[in-house]
């Protein structure tokens, strides 16, 4: 039996408990539930069954909540994970020697190894900073055995994931530079014979180039393909100044080829005319409020127009080579780039908006990225039907501690070393502050061994 066989069936084996969740300061993240004190969320297979007070606990197994946060497992709606193992490598640099370093350079050097360790790392290390849920970009697609090994990782994980399969790094002008290329397919046998099930705990999506990357009659047809399939596309747009100025969003409109199955990553750079064909057409916005402010070239947060123009709206921890790999930083930066917004009157929106709160950012690292992600029915809040994906976080840490408000101090101060327990699909993958079982001692020499390859240390 292999490792990820080992790992789907203990998942499918105890998943069949009950897990009381008892006693706990329960922000559920349904607008009709609210934040409740001194409650109880009780899981069966593997579902959130009943949330309240006083919940029965018989054969089921209880973990004490006293002194505990409960939320919603966190939704990172786009994420390279793949480039895990090479954490760190590109702060300080711009989205242009970023793109030089990471696509050009070592991206083609990566074998599926590098990738089985990149994502396998990167997977843990979301699990243990409380992201149940992960959208792995992975654009570095140089063969099948690529693709095989990074689906790999996910399972052996546990992590919630979706398979976003990109292009390959490998003869890359020829991929991204006005390609006429379509997609590889290679995303067809992945949809035929590895990921056919959507209520699976890994599922499949298109990490699409679209009109930034390849012609639009490439597009046309990758967008074909993957609505033959039945998946979903996330595609990068107006990520810079240079790219904005295509206006590719306009470009699909245009083309009729906008719709709600389609999700756009940062769009800093489109236009305001661009939001509203997103709005329109239901399409989603993803933000990487860190990298957003921090990697120049790529633009500010558009936050004051997701919001101006109704857009659902995730959150993500884009790349860990310039980043953190939590979601509280992306929540905290996003909190403070549209606060800065606003006050500074450098939105042309400012009249239109709300004060923005924590509990509007918490909302997009959550249900927004379900939803994102077209998983807002089996995830995002704790509602009684949804997929047990649940964290708790240690209200008695001395960051946190006197909690007045749990959602602003999730916010404003948690940590990944606040998370105390991790549970996706009713299975505890974190306890007591640590990752269950030895797939975080494999990780670390995996990842160390592609490090030292792939950077020649």
Not at 118 to 147: F, I, R, Y
């Amino acid at each position: 039996m292999s490792e990820t066989d080992t790992a789907e069936t203990d998942m499918r084996g105890t998943a069949q408990r009950r897990v009381l969740i008892e006693n706990g300061w329960v922000v559920t993240g349904d607008p009709s539930r609210g934040t409740l004190t001194g409650c109880d969320v009780l899981v069966e297979d593997g579902l959130i069954a009943a949330v309240g007070p006083d919940l029965p606990g018989t054969g089921a197994e209880v973990i004490d909540a006293r002194d505990m946060i409960v939320i919603p497992g966190l939704v990172d709606a786009h994420k390279h994970t793949w480039q895990s193992a090479v954490r760190h490598r590109c702060a300080g640099m711009d989205l242009r020697t970023y793109f030089g370093e990471m696509f050009a350079g070592l991206g083609p050097r990566y074998g599926p190894a590098d990738v089985y360790a990149g994502n396998l790392l990167g997977a843990l290390s979301a699990l243990d900073a409380g992201t149940t849920t992960l959208m792995d970009w992975s654009h570095v697609q140089n063969s099948p055995e690529h693709a095989d090994r990074a689906v790999a990782a996910l399972r052996d994980s546990g992590i919630r994931a979706v398979f976003g399969h990109g292009w390959p790094l490998t003869d890359l002008t020829g991929w991204i530079a006005g390609s006429d290329r379509p997609h590889t397919a290679d995303v067809r046998r992945i949809r035929r014979d590895l990921l056919p099930d959507d209520d699976a705990l890994v599922t499949l999506q298109l990490a699409g180039r679209g009109p930034e990357l390849s012609t639009l009659a490439a597009t046309r047809a990758d967008l074909a393909m993957a609505r033959d399939l039945g998946i979903r596309v996330s595609i990068h747009m107006g990520c810079g100044p240079e790219y904005g100025a295509m206006a590719a969003i306009a470009q699909l409109e245009r083309a009729g080829l906008l719709g709600p199955d389609l999700a756009f990553v940062h769009c800093s750079e489109s236009s305001d005319d661009e939001f509203a064909m997103m709005a329109g057409n239901g399409c989603a916005l993803v933000l990487a409020p860190q990298h957003e402010q921090a990697l120049p070239g790529i633009g500010h947060t558009p936050l004051d127009r997701a919001r101006a123009f109704g857009i659902t709206t995730g959150l993500s921890t884009d790349t860990e080579t310039a980043g953190a790999a939590d979601l509280f930083v992306q929540m905290r930066a996003g909190l403070a780039a549209h606060r800065s917004q606003l006050a500074g009157g450098r939105s042309r929106f400012t009249d239109r908006l709300a004060p923005f709160g924590v509990g509007e950012v918490f909302a997009m690292a959550t249900q927004g990225g379900a939803d994102a992600l077209g998983l807002g029915d089996r995830v995002g809040s704790l509602t009684p039907g949804k997929r047990a994906d649940i964290v708790l976080v240690r209200a008695t840490d001395p960051n946190l501690f006197p909690v007045t408000d749990p959602v602003a101090a999730l916010v404003c101060s948690a940590h990944p070393g606040n998370v105390d327990t991790v549970l996706v699909d009713g299975v505890v993958r974190k306890r007591a502050g640590a990752l269950t079982g030895d797939a975080i001692d494999r990780a670390r020499e995996l990842a160390l061994a592609s490090h030292r390859r792939l950077l020649g240390a």
